[in-house]
């Protein structure tokens, strides 16, 4: 079966001011979603469900999907606040979204069979995702009692922003597996050190090397079953807050902990960037016209 990719694309774009998905980066209006989609589709695989918000349904699904209606199936479902499991209902004066976890959710329906998660702003490289496929292919299915999944993991030196800081899944790994996971936030440099603050509510240094998981995921469909589990638990816990947010990164670092699930870390000669603010649109450009320049890329990807 053809791996699915999963397109996390509900975002407001409140930092970048505005719907940075559809921002043009290539030298013909090209956005960095159609690169990620482009580069998918010549890894293998086979489908993409573009998660998204209905308010701006009909704009995507003109400006982006109708790109790859022709190359590869397209499905698209949407993030809703209320869409929450049984016996829960958003607080009043909540308008902020549940988090990554919860935009997942919103798949349960249309994917089947192995599926990678990506941001919609991010942009990964060719090579992960071939090193997404491969793994796809080599991995069977579970037979040992735990699911076996994957991520692409990048130097938290070569994902900050020179404007603003940063949210990322800060990684530890042994023998190329993954260890733990820990969504660190506000992330920038800070004189000579990387500063950000940690679960446990302090403010401290972020090693150079350390891997920072980009929301590059690598699953099975089984871990549906898992993710309710795990976001009915934090509503419980804390589905009233105005704010409070459920993260893949710390869903996939539960399953490891509870011997459910192992998560390869894949290695990757592909360089990350993305776009967070305004003033990392030129950094991005610049890029796209070095890789075309090195044959990495077609000048247009019609």
Known sequence: MQPTLLVLAAGMGSRYGGLKQMDPMGPNGETVLDYSVYDAIRAGFGKVVFIIREDFADLFREQVGAKFADKIEVDYVFQKLDDLPEGFSVPEGREKPWGTTHAVRAARNSVQGPFAVINADDFYGADSYQQMARYFDQSAKATDGI????????????TLSDHGDVNRGICSAENGYLKDVEEVTEIKREGDTIQGNWLDGERRPVSETAIASMNFWGFTSDLFDYLE???TAFLQERGQEMKSECYIPTLVDELI????????????????????????????VENIQKLIAAGDYPESLD
């Open 147 to 158: 699911s076996h999944y994957s991520m692409v993991g990048y130097h938290i030196v070569k």
């Open 229 to 231: 589990s795990h976001f």
């Open 257 to 284: 902990r509870e011997g459910k699930a192992d998560c390869k870390v894949l290695e990757t000669s592909s360089s990350w960037f993305g776009v967070t603010y305004p003033d990392d649109k030129p950094h991005v």
